[in-house]
């Protein structure tokens, strides 16, 4: 079995050592070359490819980030992978955007280091463990922020009358209660609807439930 090459880039020799080391003796990879900037990597890449490439986002000239989107271009074939002490949702979005296939932080081990390079090899994505839970957080919260736009989307008279439809008032029952005419709560309804994008009085009650309008 032909060994898959990698090969980094970061301008801390201790990283690149430290690194190094974990290919001794490994069957599966092996490191071809380290570079100490992004535009020596490049020069090495014109002599001798590779399959993964390594890259701290941080380097002097130019950026993993900037490094990856050449790689992405005139290497498409090469796999890209972060090592980074940074972890941020910016910066990670720009990763993934510049094509990586995965982000590592740089206080990973051995044993969890191979392991993200045979995921990636077999063309999964693969954030280790330092990283998934900025990945985690930046789900969750769009999730929340998509739901707080929604909200947003209704006045505070139309959110008292989804949560009272909800709770399984009659429209006259609203009415008196909100001191409106049953017509207006019609309207109301009409307009919720349109709004979040709704088909029937189900789906109302049900978008209630989901984001906390009701206690059904």
């Known amino acids: 079995m032909n060994k898959l090459s990698v090969c980094i880039a970061d301008d801390h020799k201790i990283v690149s050592e430290g690194i190094a080391s974990f290919f001794i003796g490994n069957d599966r990879f092996e490191l071809v070359y380290s570079s100490s900037s992004g535009k020596e990597l490049l020069n090495n890449l014109k002599n001798k490819q590779t399959d993964i490439v390594i890259l701290d986002i941080k380097m002097p000239g130019l950026s993993g980030i900037q490094i990856a ?8 074939h090469i ?12 910066t990670l979005d720009e990763a993934i955007k510049a094509g990586g296939v995965g982000y590592l932080s740089k206080d990973i081990d051995e044993e969890e280091f191979l392991f993200a390079l045979k995921a990636i090899s077999e063309g999964k994505n693969y954030y280790s463990k330092g990283v998934q839970q900025t990945v985690f957080n930046n789900y969750t919260n769009n999730i929340k922020a998509d739901n707080v736009n929604e909200n947003d989307l209704l006045s505070k008279r139309e959110t008292e009358v989804i ?8 429209f006259k029952e609203i009415a008196n209660k909100l001191f409106i005419s049953t017509r207006t709560v019609e309207t109301h309804k009409k307009n919720i609807l ?3 994008e709704l088909k029937s009085t189900i789906d109302l009650v049900k978008y209630a439930i989901l984001n906390g309008l009701s206690d059904l």
């Open 79 to 90: 796999k890209t992978v972060f090592l980074s002490s940074i972890v941020d949702k910016k």
């Open 194 to 196: 349109e709004k979040l």
């Open 163 to 170: 949560k009272l439809i909800a709770d399984g008032l009659s």
């Open 69 to 76: 989107k050449i790689i992405k271009n005139d290497y498409p």
